[in-house]
């Protein structure tokens, strides 16, 4: 996909180009060598742990890499707020990480028993947890459907209020599970 993503930026040399969610670095890592000489980067993430190995494996780039903890959504006040203009290309690769499915406390996983987190920061304050203890059967179902395309969410929503309170990840997925079958996939 590397490739793929290179050839829709037409990255070019002495190019400026922004990662909204460069996670571990892979695709600003083969931006910036597209890039040079000359090019920059501007890495956004919200999960201070992906920063952490972005940061490590683009520390070769030097002054040519930026590295910010913040949503994607604030994309135009970060570019400002760090003088990153004119932009030639920005990347969004939408979704979860590898990174972050293998962490195991992070709670994006359903393959192991972990706490109900799924934040991409700890300076978000609601956890999974929390939404699924405390929202409204109406609201759970709203979310699974506008935000997973569930279409048994209202079924999922109504079994996880009647099963609270929930914990972890395990205890979630069994209450999918009962909710819609051990069988069912999307």
């Known amino acids: ?11 070019q040399p002495g190019g ?7 996670g571990g670095g892979g695709h600003a890592e083969a931006i910036l060598e597209a890039a040079s000489p000359g090019g920059l980067l501007l890495g956004i993430d919200a999960d201070p ?4 190995i972005a940061h ?18 604030d994309v135009q006040t970060i570019c400002r ?4 203009a004119p932009v030639h290309g ?24 972990a706490p109900l987190d799924m934040r991409f920061s700890p300076q978000q304050t609601v956890t999974a947890a929390d939404i699924a203890n405390t929202y409204a059967e109406n609201a759970l179902a709203d979310l699974l459907w506008r935000y ?20 972890t ?13 051990r069988g069912y996939r999307r």
Do not use: W
């Open 81 to 84: 707020s760090h003088g990153f």
């Open 49 to 52: 742990r992906a920063l952490q």
């Open 90 to 113: 920005v990347l969004f690769d939408l979704g979860l990480s590898s990174l972050q499915l293998a962490e195991e406390g992070r709670g994006f996983s359903f393959q192991v028993e």
């Open 148 to 167: 997973g395309q569930e279409p048994r969410s209202r079924r999922i929503a109504r079994r996880i209020v009647r099963e609270r309170p929930l914990e």
């Open 56 to 73: 490590g494996r683009l520390a070769r780039f030097g002054d040519a890499v930026l590295l910010v903890e913040g949503n994607f959504r």
């Open 169 to 181: 990840t395990t205890q979630l997925a069994k209450v999918v599970e009962k909710a819609v079958g």
């Open 1 to 11: 996909m590397v490739e793929e993503v290179l050839q829709a930026l037409a990255v």
């Open 16 to 22: 400026r180009y922004v990662d909204c969610s460069v």
